[in-house]
């Protein structure tokens, strides 16, 4: 996901882009849940283009925990963000 402010979104801001977690005015709830999203696992890191190690199931809860992140960040930076989500679907 991508953060900025919405009146500039594309141009340097203050939090940088993307922006690190610990810069964003969110309660420490969600910068821990945010943080906490286990993406790192989803790859086989000793041949990054071979297929996930994740099942199925552990797809679709990351999927969800991931959407509930993304909807609690754009609840709290309200109107004036842009989040972006750029996970392939």
Same mark, same amino acid.
């Given at each position: ?12 801001? %203050? +939090?940088? @882009?993307?922006?690190?977690? *610990?810069?964003? #005015? ?6 821990? !849940?945010?943080?906490? /999203? %286990? +993406?790192? @696992?989803?790859?086989?890191? *000793?041949?990054? #283009? ?6 199925? !199931?552990?797809?679709? /809860? ?28």
């Amino acid at each position: 996901m991508r953060t900025g402010p919405r009146h500039n979104p594309d141009v340097d801001s %203050p +939090y940088g @882009s993307p922006c690190e977690l *610990e810069q964003l #005015p969110i309660s420490t709830a969600t910068r821990t !849940e945010s943080a906490r /999203l %286990p +993406y790192q @696992s989803s790859i086989d890191w *000793e041949y990054p #283009p071979d297929p996930s190690p994740w099942t199925k !199931e552990q797809w679709t /809860l990351f999927r969800q925990q991931a959407d509930a992140a993304r909807d609690a960040l754009r609840r709290e930076l309200g109107d004036d963000w842009i989040v972006e989500d750029r996970r392939n679907r």
